[in-house]
């Protein structure tokens, strides 16, 4: 899984990797105290947080070796549901500025150096410490199994070299002992041939990675007149893709699609698919909690339950994080998976920024690819972005073929009402703007709202991503006639 050196240190990896398998069987099969566990990793965390400038103030009486050996006697539940409880909640954005802050060891400790994508503002430091990289290896792993194995290839379509994503899943595909090849392509040509060669000469049969980049491989395919490449299994993460967007992508290529995993560069892989299509907590690995304006409250999986993920890091010594707010909304199921794993399943409803709120309300993403992939008349709909300013709102799409106007107005007429006192349209384009989402940088995934209001938003791009974004909203005011907001006030000044 990973070569070193060093024996000791090999040793020590391979051991711990023996440890951590033990501990995620026991987990999934619902054997041992998993409140214990928690307990006696936790404090481990609070103790290593304690030693970073992030957690300096907030965990200072946890660098005291008394405070520790009390809290090692306190009993689990107490030291969950009261100590811990009690500690505060960590912001993304204070995450944003501090990241490297968070760090317990030195940065020449960790092996790789790598940064979040950048998808909800300025990136946050994600280097890769050895342990670990062997955590999440063997946590993702365990779990893909469960769905590939040797005799598989697999294909991973991650735009992201300086995001720890790509490298993470050949590590997983390694340890399940499928070949795979990991390669990207450029934004700016957007040339997908030499990847569909590939496919086509290894018999590939797994894709890894967003569903975007998946639908801009079927397009250029489709506009060039090349075999459509067919899956066996899609591993999808990194977007919000809901039912009716798998059943889409399964339609296409002919696979079975799953949304491979869930997590962030920050935490770490969070959930994890089984073979029946449910998102897995990672129990063994993290204290998962929820929270809205109601309360904060542990999650048990007993029962359902929705709210903003909080998530603190138990196998994460070399950058712990406690209490984070990840700013995504999920859904706890409460209800046991068929597979028979005891860990609780969650669905992921979106980030924030996966809304578009109109006047107070909100049309989901799910709610409206329901609507736009109704449809089985006429071209197919690949992809899609809404676009909003002020009272307008325009779905630029992707299609198999080119449209008529009777097409594009009664796709018009039956997407308008969910955007009830709003101006909304259709437009059709060769290609979505490459944009990863509001406010951040061009790069793998893709933000399916673009609320051109949020002016503050473009303070936060750094040359030359700015100038890129620039250049993209041209494009998108000369298809849709709306001017993105600092733009707009540009003019007005001049």
Known sequence: MLLLRDDGARASMMALAERHLATIRDVRAGRGDLRALHARKLVDTLAAAAHSKLYADSLSEWRDDTVILQARRIPAEELLYKTFSSLPMLDRGELRKRSRDAFTREIDSFVHYYESSGTTGDPVAAPKAVDDLVVNTVNIGEMWARLIGPGDSALILINGPFAPAGYQFEKVLEYVGVMSLRVWVDNVTGDYTRVLRLTRELSVNTYVGSASR???????????????????????????????????????????????????????????????????????????????????????????????????????????????????????????CVCGLATPVVRTLGREQ???????????????????????????????????????????VT?????????????????????????????????????????????????RVLDLDDSGMWDRLPPPIDTVVAATLADIEAVTGLRPAQLTKAREGS
């Open 399 to 447: 299609t198999d073929r080119e449209p008529d106007k009777a097409w594009t107005a009664a796709a018009t007429q039956r997407l308008g009402p969910l955007f009830d006192g709003h101006r909304f349209a259709v437009a059709t384009v060769d290609t979505l703007p490459p944009l990863a989402a509001q406010g951040s940088y061009v790069g793998w995934k893709l933000s």
């Open 214 to 336: 998946l639908l801009e491989l079927l397009h250029f395919a489709l506009r060039h007149g090349a075999p459509m490449p067919r899956f066996d299994q899609l591993l999808l993460m990194a977007e919000q893709t809901g039912p009716d967007f798998l059943h889409h992508l399964e339609k296409l290529t002919g696979a079975k699609a799953y949304v491979g995993c869930y997590g962030s560069s920050e935490t770490g892989t969070t959930a994890v698919t089984c073979e029946m299509g449910s998102l897995h907590l990672q129990t063994q690995s993290f204290v998962f909690e929820l929270h809205d304006e109601r309360a904060t409250r542990l999650v048990d999986g007993a029962v359902g339950d929705t709210g903003e993920l909080v998530v603190t890091t138990l196998d994460l010594p070399a950058r712990p994080l406690v209490r984070y707010r990840t700013g995504d909304l999920v859904e706890v199921t409460g209800i046991p």
């Open 354 to 396: 996966d809304v578009l709120r109109l006047a107070g309300d909100g049309v989901r993403q799910e709610d409206f690819e329901a609507v736009l992939w109704s449809d089985n008349d006429g071209p197919t709909v690949l992809n899609y972005m809404l676009v909003h300013r002020g009272i307008d709102v325009v779905c630029l």
